[in-house]
């Protein structure tokens, strides 16, 4: 089955920074990365994703790249602020798997320093 | 707006006793939703995939007679955990997946602890 590391387990950063997390993946048919944040208490909400025929995807000061022969992925936040802090999951999934079954990364947590 | 909704958000319960959990898709119908288990710092663990109208699919590992799962309409799924112990104590996540995007929507959780 897919397996998913995600790196580093913690992660601190000033605000203002830029703050890396990186995913590798052992599926090679796996297309489909999503990026979660999790806030203390709550539930998961995607805030972005990425699939096999794209290589970088933006969305304001977050992006995500994708590099298949390498199987690896990551998430780029730029700017950091403090709202940012939280646990970020990466996940990757199958096209013939629900993104429900999507094996998860054991997360990063973030913590943005005013 | 919150596209699932689940219920209730905190619960402490004593051994022995059942607990039900209600997760709602509020902006589209879902045939399959998805309970999780999460342990302090941990990431998600899928316990079953609800079917509506059929039988829930575990995963390995996870019983069936313990967590029982039943999706009776195209909006709502509710796990049950029955006989509930101290070590059932954790944080339960349900998801929705929408079918046009493959867009996973999560629960806002619910915290479960057993006395």
């Known amino acids: 089955g897919e397996n998913v590391e995600q790196h580093p387990s913690t992660l601190s950063v000033q605000e203002g920074d830029s703050a890396v997390i990186k995913c590798t993946y052992s599926d090679s048919a796996s297309n489909y990365f999503p990026w979660y944040k999790q806030e203390l208490g709550k539930g998961p909400q995607l805030i972005i994703d990425?699939?096999?025929?794209?290589g970088e995807k933006k969305d304001q000061r977050i992006a995500v790249t994708l590099n298949k022969t390498a199987k690896h992925f990551s998430l780029h936040i730029t700017e950091t602020q403090p709202e940012d802090s939280a646990v970020y999951f990466c996940a990757a999934s199958r096209g013939d798997t629900n993104a429900g079954k999507s094996t998860f990364g054991d997360g990063t947590t973030l913590t943005v320093k005013p | 707006g919150a596209v699932v909704s689940q219920h209730p958000s905190r619960v402490i319960c004593k051994s022995g006793t059942s607990v039900k959990i209600e997760c709602r898709s509020l902006?589209?119908?879902?045939?399959?939703m998805f309970w999780y288990r999460q342990f302090p710092k941990q990431s998600l663990m899928l316990m079953a995939t609800?079917?509506?109208?059929?039988?829930?699919?575990?995963e390995q590992g996870v019983e069936k007679d313990k967590f029982l799962i039943n999706h009776a309409s195209l909006t709502l799924s509710t796990l049950t955990v029955t006989s509930a112990h101290p070590e059932d104590s954790s944080f339960y996540i349900c998801?929705?997946?929408?079918?046009?995007?493959?867009?996973?929507?999560f629960g806002e959780g619910s915290r479960l602890t057993v006395l």
């Open positions: 990425i699939r096999s025929n794209v």
């Open positions: 902006d589209f119908q879902a045939t399959t």
């Open positions: 998801s929705v997946e929408q079918q046009n995007t493959g867009e996973l929507f």
């Open positions: 609800s079917n509506e109208g059929s039988k829930a699919t575990y």
